[in-house]
């Protein structure tokens, strides 16, 4: 069964500082995808980022990208320049690439603070 | 950009009685909807995978006639928690896989029931 793991419940940073969360996950599939979603108090969740196991490039949305290092299933999200509106439970999550299989596995998420 | 919208966004009801949550995808067909339920300061637990025009598949340890799912239409899913009690008091949410291309998933905006 895929896993996804993020180690760390809490994070903060302070405003204009770079932050990066961690996610690791296990799977013995090679074509999947992985994104990071963010869900700020109105628990809305949101896209931030999504990665393809083929690409080698890391992805980058902005102020958000990723380390995506396949052999060593990590996928870090890195933001840059926080603001204050970036505060939100970040999710890391994990889908396989089969037609049917189509669901997201999510990590148990990293709290983002960003101080002034 | 995709939308789908979900009702109620709370609702409390008293033990015993059912409730019924839906989400409607605004302006795409939703072919697959997933229902996840989140419990505070907690991840996202995939209940089920609605299919339109067919049966749902129950992740395991869901009970499936205490959270009846109905995907009708290619643009409505509802998930109905019967009988409910007070350990049904969570945070519900719906989302829909975006076309054939992996762009995402996109989310409603959540349902809090509480059963007193």
């Known amino acids: 069964a895929q896993t996804v793991t993020q180690s760390q419940p809490e994070m903060s940073v302070q405003e204009a500082e770079t932050v990066t969360l961690s996610c690791t996950y296990d799977t013995s599939e090679s074509d999947y995808y992985l994104f990071w979603y963010k869900q700020p108090p109105s628990r809305q969740m949101i896209l931030v980022i999504r990665?393809?196991?083929?690409?080698?490039q890391n992805a980058t949305e902005n102020r958000f990208s990723v380390n995506f290092q396949k052999a060593a299933k990590s996928f870090s999200l890195k933001i840059s320049d926080s603001q204050l509106g970036d505060a939100a439970m970040y999710f890391c999550a994990y889908r396989v690439n089969t037609g049917t299989a189509s669901k997201l596995t999510f990590g148990t998420g990293t709290r983002l603070q960003v101080t002034l | 950009g995709a939308v789908v919208s979900q009702h109620p966004s709370w609702v409390i009801c008293k033990s015993g009685t059912s409730v019924k949550i839906e989400c409607r995808s605004l302006d795409f067909q939703a072919t697959t909807m997933f229902w996840y339920r989140q419990f505070p300061k907690q991840s996202l637990m995939l209940m089920a995978t609605?299919?339109?025009?067919?049966?749902?598949?129950?992740e395991q340890g869901v009970e499936k006639d205490k959270f009846l799912i109905n995907h009708a239409s290619l643009t409505l899913s509802t998930l109905t928690v019967t009988s409910a009690h007070p350990e049904d008091s969570s945070f519900y949410i719906c989302s829909a896989r975006i076309g054939r291309a992996n762009y995402g998933y996109t989310f409603g905006s959540g349902t809090r029931l509480t059963v007193v």
């Open positions: 990665q393809e196991a083929y690409k080698q």
């Open positions: 609605s299919n339109e025009g067919s049966k749902a598949t129950y």
